[in-house]
């Protein structure tokens, strides 16, 4: 009669036991799956990559054939389409690059963006550090109010203010400048340059910045030994802003910039207003002024991201 209980006693811790290394903690998840639904996953995630690579070359078919178009000849650019090279590798040719640096005008334009374009990102960047500083760390009278005044001049368009400067330039002797320029950009670069730096420069832990103090190291110190290098990626990523923003600026070229030296796009523009046809000079200008900032965005590249993603995550 005892023998029974023992026997459904055994079977059931026998059960026990299989269904407990069945659920144990450490069992992988990827085990409980299906043949069929690690295939289906794995299927999933190629169709996923096949799509990204179809709209990356898709997002990347203009720039392709800017680039093919600027190595073709002007008669070739006329009589048939930029993907006929595919077909025709011979026609490439660099000629059309040799007349963009003969042109004066397309040469001249260059120099000046790059007078325009790194005044007005250097000045950006280090007043901008400075008044984000400042208004993170240092106490004065009307501080949140002149914060706030700054963060309402960020929704103020550009377009309003090209009469009332124009007018001030041409008062002070500086419409149609080089210096024009540099200073309306700066004017309009500040407001979110110090939003970013500010909000970048307050997530700084106090007690490091009292440790700094408490060694002897006074606000300029402070500021050039501690808050610029922990702020790197966040300027690196203001410096990116405002490069691309001046470099690719059009309309605000168009009114202050000198007219005898335009920049580069202001000159493409003027290229187009009056030679038509003249591809030949046209394409490989715009692709050199369209490369130009895509090799400073690659090559600050990881700060960008770092500065960007920064303070996103608590």
């Not at 009669?1 to 079977?11: D, I, K, L, W």
């Not at 984000?132 to 001049?153: I, K, N, Q, S, T």
């Not at 970013?196 to 103090?213: D, H, K, S, T, Y």
Request: aromatic residues 12%; neutral net charge.
């Amino acid at each position: 009669m005892s023998s029974a209980p023992e026997v459904n006693t055994a079977r059931i811790g026998r059960q026990k036991a299989v269904s407990g290394r069945a659920s144990a903690p450490g069992a992988s998840p990827r085990a409980k799956q299906s043949l069929g639904a690690r295939i289906a996953a794995r299927a999933g995630g190629g169709v996923m990559r096949v799509f990204l690579i179809l709209v990356a070359l898709f997002w990347l078919m203009p720039t392709i054939g800017l680039l093919l178009s600027s190595l073709r000849g002007p008669q070739d650019i006329a009589a048939t389409g930029w993907w006929k090279v595919f077909t025709a590798p011979s026609e490439l040719t660099f000629d059309n690059y040799q007349r963009l640096l003969d042109n004066s005008t397309i040469t001249g334009s260059l120099v000046s963006t790059i007078m325009i374009t790194v005044p007005s990102t250097v000045l950006v960047v280090v007043i901008g550090s400075l008044a984000g500083y400042a208004f993170a760390w240092m106490e004065f009278p009307g501080r949140d109010w002149w914060f706030l005044l700054v963060v309402g001049l960020l929704v103020v368009p550009v377009q309003v203010a090209l009469i009332p400067v124009s007018e001030l330039f041409g008062t002070i002797g500086i419409f149609e400048t080089t210096l024009g320029v540099v200073l309306f950009h700066t004017a309009f670069g500040l407001p979110f340059a110090i939003f970013l730096l500010r909000n970048f420069f307050a997530e700084i832990p106090r007690e490091l910045l009292e440790a700094a103090r408490l060694d002897g190291a006074g606000e300029i110190r402070l500021f050039v030994r501690v808050v610029m290098p922990l702020g790197g990626p966040a300027i690196a990523s203001l410096g990116i802003f405002q490069f691309l923003w001046v470099w690719n600026d059009m309309l605000v070229a168009l009114i202050f910039a000198d007219s005898e030296s335009p920049p580069i796009t202001v000159a493409l523009q003027q290229q187009v207003r009056q030679f038509g046809n003249n591809i030949d000079v046209l394409a490989p200008g715009a692709f050199v002024s369209m490369v130009i900032p895509l090799v400073v965005f690659f090559a600050f590249q990881r700060q960008f991201v770092t500065g960007v993603m920064a303070g996103s995550v608590k």
